[in-house]
């Protein structure tokens, strides 16, 4: 028979084990970069873009885990919508070389319009509206062309609505990068779903503006070291 305090420690052991929200972003960051790295420098190695599948998901995730634990929604909104605008011209110049590119916004977009969107659900009551809400948002994202468009506004809302449900939660985000049909590169997001199985449901160190300013900081390194390598090869 296991005493009460003994009951206590296994449950203590069983949350440290695993991986905090801390290291799940640096995971997420990493697998972005090298994302970005094969997208921007070399296009045609379809290995960088495998391993950065993994990051979205991640990001989806902890955007779901930050509403719950934030104590000032409007602020987090605001912070997105800023960086977005931010990202934006750092966005166009890595991918296409151009200072404005109104077919494609950076993900930031997509993440602000998330939370909005969890923001209205939490405020209204009924299946009718909240799915109206989430159709008006999806639709939105699909508009203006940002990020992973409605589909990733999907992918938020299934960690949004399944977060207490995690063998669940983790499965339907695996599934849901089968949207983009077979034999799809985006298929290779479900690699995420591991990491997230492994969430122990801490914080860990804070982390909380640098993926904010790395984001636009290494798009605007990537443009610049892809203008390097075009002069080498000339």
């Known amino acids: 028979m296991?005493?009460?305090?003994?009951?206590?420690?296994?449950?203590?052991?069983?949350?440290?084990?695993?991986?905090?929200?801390?290291?799940?972003k640096w995971i997420?960051?990493?697998?972005?970069?090298?994302?970005?790295?094969?997208?921007?420098l070399f296009p045609y190695e379809m290995g960088f873009r495998i391993i950065g599948r993994i990051s979205f998901p991640?990001?989806?995730?902890?955007?779901?885990?930050?509403f719950f634990h934030t104590k000032d929604v409007k602020r987090y909104m605001l912070r997105l919508f800023i960086f977005?605008?931010?990202?934006?011209?750092?966005?166009?110049?890595?991918?296409?070389?151009?200072?404005?590119y109104q077919e494609r916004q950076n993900v930031f977009f997509t993440l602000f319009l998330?939370?909005?969107?969890?923001?209205?659900m939490k405020m209204s009551s009924g299946f009718l509206l909240k799915f109206g809400e989430a159709f008006f948002v999806m639709y939105m994202a699909e508009f203006l062309c940002t990020d992973y468009g409605g589909r990733g506004i999907l992918l938020i809302l299934i960690y949004y609505v399944l977060r207490e449900k995690k063998g669940i939660n983790v499965c339907a985000g695996a599934a849901w990068n089968l949207l983009y049909g077979w034999r799809m590169i985006q298929n290779y997001g479900m690699l995420a779903a591991p990491f997230l199985a492994l969430?122990?449901?801490?914080?860990?160190?804070?982390?909380?503006?640098?993926?904010?300013?790395?984001?636009?900081?290494?798009?605007l390194v990537l443009y610049y070291l892809k203008g390097v390598l075009r002069q080498a090869v000339k």
């Open 199 to 219: 969430y122990n449901g801490k914080r860990g160190p804070k982390l909380k503006y640098f993926f904010y300013v790395f984001y636009p900081a290494h798009l």
């Open 28 to 40: 997420a960051i990493a697998t972005m970069l090298i994302d970005h790295v094969g997208a921007v």
């Open 84 to 100: 977005a605008l931010i990202s934006e011209v750092p966005y166009d110049l890595a991918f296409r070389g151009e200072i404005w």
């Open 2 to 24: 296991c005493s009460e305090d003994d009951l206590i420690l296994n449950r203590k052991v069983t949350r440290s084990m695993g991986l905090n929200s801390f290291q799940l």
């Open 114 to 120: 998330g939370v909005f969107l969890l923001y209205l």
């Open 58 to 66: 991640i990001f989806c995730f902890l955007l779901a885990e930050g």
